[in-house]
């Protein structure tokens, strides 16, 4: 079974500051990885995903990830963060090994994202 | 563009009490599923159906159902409440995955 492990309940970056949010996953196969976002009192956004094409994957907002296997890791950056990228940040993984993915995807526990003026 | 709705938004209820929260999506998606959030845990799968006329378990099944009514809403009812069921509710749909999940706004259930 898969897992994801967000390294950071809380991290807290100034505005224009690099964005750096950790995460690592455990999986028997090559997954699929997905970054959400989820803004107070909202669902949940996708920023990008990862589905074994580029390594380095763009997203909404200026954020983008690199899928590293040697690491098993799936970190998600942005150069200069902007006051309106805080928010709850949930990395997440789909084993299409586990029914075809239709099981739907296992969440990491996330990462509040607290931007300094 | 209403993607996913669910209802209601808000409910209160007592110990033992029962209910239905509804979620309805219009994206003519095969698969939904129902989520649970709870601070310090991320969301954690509560059911899922693949396809109409299919639902599965998925991490913590336990004190709920849920009915896919047709290919659009798939309901998750409680039986018997109880205050360890307080926490935000998310439904989500999607296509085969490795698509995205598109999930609703949330059903934010207290339980007394």
């Known amino acids: 079974a898969q897992s994801v492990t967000q390294l950071g309940s809380h991290v807290s970056v100034s505005e224009g500051a690099l964005v750096l949010l950790r995460c690592n996953y455990s999986s028997s196969v090559p997954p699929y990885l997905f970054w959400y976002v989820q803004y107070p009192n909202q669902g949940l956004q996708l920023l990008l995903k990862?589905?074994?094409?580029?390594?380095l994957v763009k997203g909404i907002n200026g954020f983008e990830a690199e899928f590293k296997k040697s690491e098993t890791s799936f970190h998600l950056t942005k150069p200069s963060a902007h006051m309106s990228d805080a928010a709850e940040y949930f990395c997440a993984v789909s084993d299409l090994n586990s029914g075809g993915g239709a099981d739907g995807l296992t969440f990491g526990k996330g990462t509040h994202l607290i931007i300094q003026p | 563009n209403a993607g996913v709705t669910q209802t209601p938004k808000f409910q209160v209820l007592k110990t033992g009490q029962s209910m239905t929260l509804q979620c309805a999506q219009d994206m003519n998606h095969n698969s939904m599923y129902w989520y649970r959030q709870d601070p310090g845990m991320g969301l954690r799968l509560i059911y899922y159906?693949?396809?109409?006329?299919?639902?599965d378990k998925g991490e913590v099944p336990n004190g709920y159902n849920v009915s896919r009514l047709n290919k659009r809403e798939f309901s998750l009812r409680l039986e018997s409440a109880a205050p360890s069921q307080t926490s935000v509710y998310f439904c989500a749909s999607s296509e085969a995955l490795p698509s995205e999940l598109f999930f609703g706004e949330g059903s934010r259930l207290t339980v007394l």
């Open positions: 990862y589905t074994s094409a580029a390594t």
């Open positions: 159906s693949a396809s109409e006329g299919t639902t």
